[in-house]
């Protein structure tokens, strides 16, 4: 006796569930590369607006408004890799679509930021030699911030999540090894927003060579953390799913109020702080270095006590 031919081939790839279920947990996953889409187009129009600033009458506000597409772009960032774990959408092709926007927004955008706030305004002749130098040691910095943001994102995204680094500073997960390029991104504009910004005190590029050389000697020291192995604190302790003390709502709300209305004093402070907590804790561990570290409980033989020593 034959058997019936089935009336259509078997859907062997499709995940077994409810497909009202299976259309939710697509919609949850698109959610996140959404984010990172909006910081993609933050990045481009950060350049965009850097650019046209090289032929503006008023500079400034050109690199401001930039400047604050960054910042808005680091807080998108920040939302899209948290959003994608509390749905549980994580996935490789979210992570590496978000390690590409970072490359524009945070590597490409802040780096010709630098580049056009710091140095195309210096009052130098444009025909004069030291003009040249100083252009192209701009030029040169600014691609090597964007060579080590890079380096840092590869670097980030080939670890294994359970890799516990061996390098010295603050142990733990909840540490970043290296600068993240957010946050070195973070800076540029904090500090760009601080000087350029119309509606505060100056509202003006930098017209000063000897400002320039410290401005590049910053971002030079900016791309060396984002490659170096010095810890930063990476807040994935913070778990905003538990409830939190009354108090952290209040000290959040006054922040959010300090940047809303005084955000050019108050996001300089904060990146220039986060960067402030690294090398303080880089030092800590230089000058503790040198003292002896008690040895710990493990099942190496341990040396006999000394009569009369204590614990």
Do not use: C
């Not at 009458?57 to 948290?82: E, N, S, Y």
């Amino acid at each position: 006796m034959s058997t019936p031919l089935p009336t259509s081939e078997p859907d062997l790839d499709r995940p077994a569930g409810p497909p009202a279920r299976r259309g939710i947990r697509r919609g949850i996953a698109l959610l996140p590369s959404l984010f990172t889409v909006a910081n993609i187009g933050l990045g481009w129009y950060a350049i965009q607006q850097t650019t046209a600033a090289l032929q503006a009458a008023a500079p400034a506000t050109l690199l401001d408004t930039a400047a604050k597409a960054i910042g808005w772009a680091i807080l998108l960032d920040g939302f899209d890799g948290r959003i994608a774990r509390m749905a549980n959408a994580s996935s490789a092709f979210g992570r590496e679509l978000d390690s590409l926007a970072d490359v524009i927004s945070f590597g490409v955008a802040p780096a010709l930021l630098a580049y056009v706030w710091g140095v195309r305004f210096v009052h130098l002749p444009l025909a004069s030699h030291g003009f040249h130098y100083l252009d192209h040691a701009a030029q040169v910095v600014a691609f090597l911030f964007v060579i080590a943001g890079a380096a840092r994102l590869a670097r980030f995204n080939i670890a294994p999540d359970d890799a516990e680094p061996s390098n010295p500073g603050k142990p733990g997960k909840k540490y970043f090894v290296g600068m993240p390029i957010p946050a070195a991104a973070g800076l540029i504009a904090a500090v760009v927003h601080f000087f350029a910004s119309p509606s505060f005190l100056f509202g003006a590029v930098n017209p000063s060579w000897g400002w320039a050389v410290a401005w590049l000697a910053l971002v030079l020291a900016l791309a060396y953390l984002m490659v170096s192995t010095w810890r930063f604190y990476s807040f994935k302790d913070i778990d905003l799913r538990r409830r939190q003390p009354f108090v952290i709502t209040v000290a959040l709300g006054a922040l959010m109020a300090a940047i809303w209305y005084f955000s050019e004093t108050t996001l300089l402070v904060l990146s220039v702080g986060y960067l402030l907590a690294a090398v303080i804790w880089r030092l800590t561990h230089h000058l503790r270095r040198g003292k002896p570290t008690p040895r710990r409980q493990s099942g190496w033989p341990q040396p006999a006590a000394r009569s009369g020593a204590h614990e």
